[in-house]
């Protein structure tokens, strides 16, 4: 499930982009008497991730200093996180997000072999239909078909196969079954380990869906999860937030930039839903 730049991303390349100009503008709004947030904001979500990477170095040419430890000083809170995320390469976001993560401890569930970060998943897009056929017998075989779950067995399959594999897999698991992968995980596991396999099954199914379920669950209830909030849409703000938009308002009735507008307020919000695009 690599993630790659795409073109159902709400943030594309800005148009005669200069990094100097902007990162002049932005040191100006960060020294200037009172941090103008709205130039922060209007420059950093809408730049790709590569132009604002360029702006970065621009800054520190600039200034001798770098500009996500300025963002960190002139700003607070979850907008300091979110304007910080907009300004760290990718890849380091991810990383950051990961060990973020993985300070939840559920490492002993998989037996130490935390196969989730080894980089062992298969690329290849070709589907074998046979070697699905047996995947799938051997996690009916690890779990509904004994007592006591084989969870070292889902974790193999689930963490190593191709996604095009992985779906033809869930087709010959309920072939077999007659219950979902997803059920039946949801029914032999329990605590962190199931979250974390019906989140790959989820993610196998549909991505973009996936994560609107995640979005909705951030901002649903008594408060909002900024922190998980803010991750979905920096990072898959250039990969198919669009998508997500889409799902978001077939599974919920109203579109998710209304649902932002509800439920955050003041520079926070107005920065998710300059993320975020139109109001579909």
């Known amino acids: 499930m690599s993630l790659q730049t795409g073109e159902r991303g709400t943030i594309k390349p800005q148009a005669h982009f200069d ?40 800054y520190v040419e600039a200034t001798g200093r770098t500009l996500v430890d300025d963002l960190r ?20 976001f991810d990383c ?16 130490n072999n935390i196969l989730l970060d080894n980089g062992k998943r298969d690329e290849n897009t070709t589907v074998d239909t046979e070697k699905a056929k047996e995947d799938a ?38 072939n077999i079954s007659g219950k979902t992968l997803q059920q039946s995980i949801e029914g032999e596991m329990t605590g962190e380990l199931e979250e974390l396999l019906v989140a790959i099954v989820k993610c196998v199914k549909s991505m973009p869906t996936y994560f609107a379920e995640r979005l909705h669950e951030s901002m649903k209830g008594g408060g909002t999860d900024e922190s998980s909030l803010n991750r979905i849409m920096v990072s898959r703000s250039e990969i198919d937030l669009l998508d997500i938009r889409a799902e978001f308002k077939k599974l ?16 926070l919000g107005d920065c998710v839903e300059a993320i975020c695009g139109g109001d579909d």
């Open 19 to 58: 990094a100097g100009d902007d990162a002049v503008a932005l040191r100006k709004a960060i020294e200037g008497l009172g941090t103008k947030e709205k130039t922060l904001i209007d420059i950093l979500t809408h730049r790709s991730s590569a132009q604002r990477q360029l702006i970065c170095e621009a």
């Open 73 to 92: 000083g002139d700003t607070s809170g979850d907008l300091e996180a979110l304007l910080v995320a907009l300004a760290t390469p990718p890849a380091a």
């Open 96 to 111: 950051h997000e990961v060990m973020r993560a993985m300070k939840v401890s559920f490492t002993h569930k998989i037996n």
């Open 137 to 174: 017998k051997t996690l009916y075989d690890a779990g509904e078909k004994k007592w006591g779950t084989d969870e070292s067995k889902f974790v193999d399959i689930l963490c190593q196969r191709s996604v095009p594999q992985l779906r033809q897999t869930l087709v010959e698991y309920k």
């Open 252 to 267: 919920y009735e109203y579109s998710l930039h209304s649902a932002i507008k509800s439920d955050l307020s003041g520079v």
